[in-house]
């Protein structure tokens, strides 16, 4: 069993930069995909990004591709994502996850297995 902790979330202003980490515990984090998503209110969990257990590759919702870097550091098992020139419409709760099968799809959060508890994160205009 896998347990997920997020942590940096915060008030920001618009144009303004945060970073979120998930610290992983009770596996090997090297063995997992770990993904962020995010859920504003009354809206659905979307994919944020991602990242693979295997090359380290990384996927980025449109929405956040220049703006947002996903990172892992298997040494201190932890992932984190890196959020420059935030808007207001990034507003949510942010999420961390994981799985360990590589065939599964990163974008969808169906494919996760283990997830934080969320960190909030509030840009204001």
């Known amino acids: 069993q896998v347990q997920l902790v997020e942590t940096g979330g915060g008030l920001v202003q618009a144009g303004g930069s945060l970073r979120l980490s998930c610290a992983a515990s009770g596996g090997t984090f090297s063995r997992y995909t770990m993904g962020w998503f995010r859920q504003a209110p009354g809206k659905e969990r979307d994919f944020v990004a991602a990242?693979?257990?295997?090359?380290?590759?990384?996927y980025y919702a449109d929405s956040v591709k220049g703006r947002f870097t996903i990172s892992r550091d298997n040494a201190k098992n932890t992932v984190y994502l890196q959020m420059n020139s935030l808007k207001p419409e990034d507003t949510a709760i942010y999420y961390c996850a994981a799985h360990g099968f590589i065939s599964r799809t990163y974008y969808d959060r169906g494919s996760y297995d283990y997830w934080g508890q969320g960190t909030q994160v509030t840009v204001s205009s």
């Open positions: 990242i693979t257990r295997t090359t380290g590759s990384t």
